[in-house]
């Protein structure tokens, strides 16, 4: 599995809170429940002053404590990302853990009838949740003095109410209860602050980087969508390189830019707003304010080469758009579109007088991020053909969770290539005509997978065939959906169709299950994609017109990309973080449990 992959595996450990109103509502449902359990296994019998004791309980140690703590942290602590909603489902998970440790020793107590145990439960579910609590914000927040002070207020309510409510000094006294109050919670918690310490300094060691840190500025960017202490971190991490940019640029019969297919070198990562994740977009944008109607295709490139900075991309677009404004018509005639196929491959291939555009793909299989020698051969290839340069192109159409692609695989989709290239180059080249339509989708988000540039319909005529692309802006699709876009559009009258995605990274890290994102036509319902599809396909056809054309390369000088290295650092930290916490968790809490144990019941 590429370390990507890996990375992005690591979403399944994540989850999402309902809203404050369902917190609320869960929060007095748990608190009642718990308390009336607690009283009912404590006494054995129902009646009404068990009912009465059972509310008592629910209303003084779980629910006043989470209600009341939840603003008064907000408050204490200078926040980035723990919002009231957040405070409000740390302080539910709480009464969870707290109502577990609590319920399990008064039950101990029944059987053992031994009313100790009720006691000493009560005093370490007060120091079960102050551990969790200082372990969660102080993980989430920077401010230390603010993440023990908002830590302390729910289990210090909590406590009030077993010392004075519930009488639990009336077993020990009140000095040694509240000794051992100190003890327990101070124990709990100091192991929380050690299993974050030891995590830090293990991944530090193996790493360079600190783990905290690193977890942090990805949990501000998961949770608020903040995205520069993250960046900061690749940034300082990060190899510099040139990155080059090819444009085929289509102009009007008054010479000026009309359409252009835009293929940068980087990769476009790696998720959500970080880097080049958005780029495809905002390069559509972009040009769409300069009167050019763009598509970005995905280019060979995988996530080591990401962009690690706004500020990068800021660069591309810069370099972008100062190219549209210099440049001049150059050639009139391409080649038609041929396809050939090898093996599980297919190859689409259009010569531009000496330059050729290939498209690959293994649709209906698993079409995903050749790695850069794929290129590299097909180039190879096309110059010895002599061709001056080939564009080559990831369709990036069609994802599979179980299908591992291997060094054949890739064979094939360069052989095709090479049986592409070969037609293209025997076919005689003809005056161009080309048409495009888009549309944004309004309806779907990024989290179902549809990124901000909608979907693109380009149809390419000449020598008397057309060839139609359409492109989703979105990271790869499922399969069925390309078939139904084909038979779709097939019953148009178009024949010659291809379907690609931009592989924005957009849409990912915005869902927690395994892949970490929606691939186009998962999470939508497709007969309404198909039908914008349809849509900008006979508009395109509509806007057909004879354009000529240039191709020009930029070279956007010294940008941060991730590299390998830095994609493996990664990858380390989060297996370190893991394998760590396993260990210390168990040895820190182990022994402040039994500690505390003992000397509760002592």
Known sequence: MEVSERIARRYRLLFSLPPLQTIIIRTVIYSTLFGLATELVKVGTVSEQTLRTGIAISIAYYLIPALISTPITAALVKREVLTTRRLAGLALYC?????????????????????????????????????????????????????????VTQPLMSAFAALYFLRISDVYGLLPTLARLVYVAGSLTISSWCLLAIIDFKVTKGTGMSGIELFRAFMQNWLAGKKTALEQILSRNANVKDVKITSIIFFSKKEKPKYAIVIPSFHFGPFRNIGSSQLPSKIMETLHNEGINAVVLHGASSH??????????????????????????????????????????????QCYEDTALIIITRAPRLTEDPPKWVEEKIVHEARKLGLKEAIVIDAHNSISDIEILNRNDYEELVEAAKKALLKAIKSEQ???????????????????????????????????RRFTTIVFDGNNMIPEFRDKVLQALKSTGLEEIEVLTTDTHSVSGLTTIARGYHPVGEAVDQNKLIEYTIEVAIEALKNLTEVTYTIESVTVKEVKILGEKLLQKISQAIEISLRTAKKVAIIAYLVSIVTSVLILLT
């Open 95 to 151: 009464i969870l853990f707290t109502a577990l440790v609590h319920i399990t020793g008064v039950t101990m107590s029944a059987l053992l009838d031994n009313p100790k145990l009720d006691e000493a439960s009560m005093i370490l579910s007060c120091g079960v949740m102050l551990s969790i609590r200082y372990l969660v914000i102080r993980s989430l927040e920077e401010d230390k003095v603010g993440a023990l002070l908002g830590a």
């Open 430 to 464: 003809h005056p161009l005509k080309i048409g495009t339509a888009r549309r944004r989708i309004v309806e779907y988000t990024e989290k179902q997978g549809i990124g901000r540039g909608g979907v693109l319909a380009t149809v390419i005529e000449t020598g008397g």
């Open 304 to 349: 080591e080469e990401d962009l690690t900075s706004e500020e990068d991309c800021h660069k591309v677009l810069d370099t972008i758009r100062k190219m549209m404004k210099k440049v001049k018509p150059k050639a009139l005639s391409a080649s038609p579109v041929m396809k050939a196929v090898h093996g599980k491959a297919t190859a689409y291939c």
